[in-house]
């Protein structure tokens, strides 16, 4: 059992007891996990279970509410059963069980996000890197009386375009700096550690785009190419593009940048995106700028 569905499952045998216990306060409060954590990703497995793997979830409160609340609630989740199915709930300390409890909404989500509610802005927007908007919107959430969570998680998802082309635009121009120029360049100075390393730049940057395409957010490096090989469109090459970084140095690796490079710009002209004829990403990237509304986004530097 992965670890959303234990916490899920822990908290539908616990909720009426919380329910019968503040009858008032439960049509405001909000249950579910999120935020950072192989768990929260649907990652976990028995090698992640040596830490944070308990059945355990968050009870979310809005402001003015946490502070009148707070102290029974979380005494009140405290007091649930130990152990469910088997697996040890985590221990409190006094400062609490930062992957479980009773938590504000706002400095929950400011935690993860630096705001609350969603930004407003596009500068706002272009500050959040996408780890931390996956972090946000990822998990499940199980209850949600006042529909907080659940509205504000909705806004999360929803980046605003000219955004989202600003960010895909820099991560082509990198992935097309990294892979399609300075690999070979730094082969040709015989620079093998520099070629791996500007391999490693390229898968990265490429599945970040990747995501960015396909409108989802990028987790944290260590698993974008997990999450990266599900993905409807490019899943397949960034499947091949791991494999590369188990061969850095093969030579069928400068042929292999190239196919990936051409299956990205397919993907984005599909996406109405670029039209320029150029087999180097970069002219793309621009061709992304081109086609943002927002003119100080658009006049950004590409890289940025």
Request: with cysteine; net charge neutral.
């Amino acid at each position: 059992m992965r670890g959303i569905e234990l916490s899920e499952a822990y908290f539908e045998a616990c909720a009426d007891t919380l329910r019968q216990e503040f009858p008032e306060l439960w049509p405001r409060v909000a249950a579910g996990v999120c935020g950072q954590g192989s768990e929260n990703f649907g990652f976990d497995d028995e090698t992640s279970r040596d830490h944070d793997f308990d059945p355990g979830f968050f009870l979310w409160l809005q402001p003015e509410d946490y502070k009148k609340n707070e102290f029974r609630l979380s005494r009140a989740y405290d007091r649930l059963p130990e152990s469910f199915m088997g697996v040890q709930k985590a221990g409190q300390s006094v400062y609490g069980n930062a992957r479980h409890g009773v938590r504000d909404i706002a400095a929950f989500f400011r935690e993860l996000t630096g705001f609350y509610p969603a930004p407003q802005t596009n500068a706002q927007w272009l500050s959040m890197p996408q780890y931390r908007l996956a972090c946000a919107v990822n998990g499940k959430v199980f209850y949600d009386g006042p529909g907080v969570v659940t509205s504000l998680r909705r806004a999360l998802n929803a980046m605003p375009e000219d955004v989202r082309r600003k960010k895909l635009a820099k991560h082509v121009a990198l992935a097309a700096q990294a892979g399609q120029y300075n690999y070979t360049r730094a082969l040709a100075h015989g620079q093998k550690g520099s070629a791996a390393l500007a391999l490693a730049r390229f898968a990265e940057n490429y599945t970040q785009a990747a995501f960015l395409l396909n409108r989802q957010y990028a987790p944290f490096y260590k698993w974008l190419l997990p999450a990266g090989k599900r993905l409807p469109t490019l899943g397949r090459e960034i499947a091949r593009l791991e494999e590369l970084l188990f061969e850095p140095l093969a030579p069928r690796v400068p042929a292999e940048i190239e196919s990936l490079a051409a299956a990205m710009i397919a993907a984005l002209a599909a996406a109405g995106l670029t039209d320029h004829p150029a087999a180097f990403l970069e002219p793309h990237a621009y061709e992304i700028m081109q086609r943002i509304q927002d003119p100080a986004v658009r006049m950004m530097h590409v890289m940025e």
